[in-house]
């Protein structure tokens, strides 16, 4: 079913669904120790799992939410120029495009306050040269008039949704972060010339945490997988017409907190990646891809745990060690309260897996990753909203470093950099990387 966009005429009415924040099979166990938004229409999918009969893509990775991802600049959330007025402190939704044409990258972010009941606007700054940015007064009018709202966004993604070679943005928003967790709507943002934007509401409402997108289906189009306590893939027609499946994946995952597709074992059909809070009883795993076109726990491989580390925020799938294979990056914080000062979502650590073959890894974190002397993790201090994976001293191997931490204008963030020795050993260090 086409989207109907972008006027209040469309909207369509949705029941707001309470979720909280917060196996089996034949699977596998790697070791380790605004005014201008309309709503869209989007048809229903049945629930027995599909199998489509692919067959595998060459580089089934194109177009994807992380290959996307992966910027070229390197920024300070809070260095950003923000509007006067009208936006949220939250910055952890964050998405890179290039969003007036002139071939550099621009930074949108979806805001939202904690705590705090209703919408606020999002915000795109542009990149006017250098990677210097600038908040330019016309930004509301490259929206329609109205910025994009959000009450809590956690994640935003880019694709070509409509498939006329311009990035467009997805927002997944959670809601309100408390009792009763009425849920929020994922905003979808459509490029529709260059610096010209419309977006639209979609209908489902719900405690949507994270997400990605790819082509699930080999049909040449950007699909999207919506996380959250019942999570779902939007499948695409194309043309930014999308239809709601369940039929995709087997829901044998209670909540999902993160999420990327992948070409993990680089087979040629993307894998799904999704992050739990281990002290829920959800595992993290990889459900691996297949002719199918679905992600059953019967083909999936569990990610070991790192107490008291149990949320995932965050997947990285790159090759650390110079062997050809994509090895894994976590980006991990706590998931419940170990006392004062170590409380939920305090505190941060990175979890690094070596790929063995046949889609088995090795948590080599105690041996290759350097931490502060002393603290098995970084304590009581922020987490991280995103690592990136760049080559950032061009020694030819990749090193890891956050995007931003969570909160707070400090310094902190600025030179922190995990750099490979060439062999997947990361050690810590902090450096002038060139932060904007």
């Known amino acids: 079913m086409r989207i ?18 917060g196996g089996g099979g034949n699977e596998t166990a790697s070791s380790g120790g605004g005014s201008s938004g309309g709503s869209s229409g989007v048809s229903g999918g049945g629930s027995a799992l599909v199998d489509l009969g692919l067959s595998p893509q060459a580089n089934a990775d194109a177009g994807s939410s992380y290959t996307n991802a992966a910027p070229d600049i390197r920024i ?8 006067p ?10 998405a890179y495009l290039d969003a007036d044409g002139d071939g550099d990258t621009d930074v949108f972010m979806a805001t939202g306050d904690y705590l705090l009941i209703g919408e606020t606007g999002s915000f795109l700054t542009f990149n006017t040269g250098a990677d210097i940015f600038a908040w330019q007064t016309a930004t509301p009018q490259a929206f329609g008039g109205a910025l994009p709202p959000a009450e809590h966004a956690r994640k935003s993604i880019t694709a070509d949704f409509n498939s006329d070679g311009l990035a467009d943005i997805f927002v997944f928003d959670h809601g309100f972060d408390a009792p009763p967790f009425p849920g929020a709507a994922p905003k979808l943002i459509l490029q529709t010339a260059p610096g010209t934007f419309s977006w639209t509401r979609m209908p489902d409402v719900g405690f949507h945490h994270g997400g990605a997108a790819a082509d699930i289906d080999h049909d040449g189009d950007i699909d999207i997988f919506v996380g959250g306590s019942d999570p779902f893939f939007y499948v695409n027609d194309g043309a930014a017409g999308f239809t709601k499946a369940t039929n995709r994946f087997d829901g044998s995952m209670g909540k999902v907190f ?9 087979d040629g ?3 799904l990646l999704l992050g739990a809070h281990e002290r829920d009883g959800d595992r993290t795993a990889i459900y691996w891809g297949s002719s199918t076109g679905a992600y059953s726990v019967a083909s999936r491989t569990l990610i070991p745990a790192a107490a008291p580390y149990g949320a995932v925020l965050d997947f990285d799938a790159e090759d650390l060690d110079g062997d050809g294979d994509r090895d894994l990056v976590l980006n991990r914080t706590r998931d419940g309260d170990d006392g004062p000062g170590l409380g939920f979502y305090m505190g ?7 790929n063995s073959g046949n889609r088995q890894f090795s948590d080599v974190t105690a041996t290759h990753v350097d931490k502060p002397t002393g603290e098995p993790g970084f304590g009581g201090t922020d987490w991280f909203p995103w690592l990136r994976v760049q080559d950032i001293d061009a020694d030819g191997d990749l090193d890891l470093f956050p995007d931003n931490l969570a909160s707070g204008t ?3 963030a600025t030179g922190l950099v995990y750099r490979n020795d060439g062999s997947g050993h990361f050690t810590l260090e ?6 904007r």
């Open 410 to 412: 400090s310094a902190e």
């Open 4 to 21: 109907e966009r972008f006027t209040k005429a469309t909207a369509v009415a949705t029941v707001l669904a309470l979720a909280a924040c």
């Open 348 to 354: 941060r650590t990175v979890q690094v897996l070596l």
């Open 269 to 271: 059909f993307v894998d």
């Open 85 to 94: 007025a009208g936006v949220g402190s939250l910055r952890d939704a964050v």
């Open 76 to 83: 300070s959330y809070y260095f950003l120029p923000h509007p």
């Open 430 to 435: 902090w450096v002038d990387v060139g932060l």
């Open 258 to 266: 993160s999420a990327e597709l992948i070409d993990v074992d680089q």
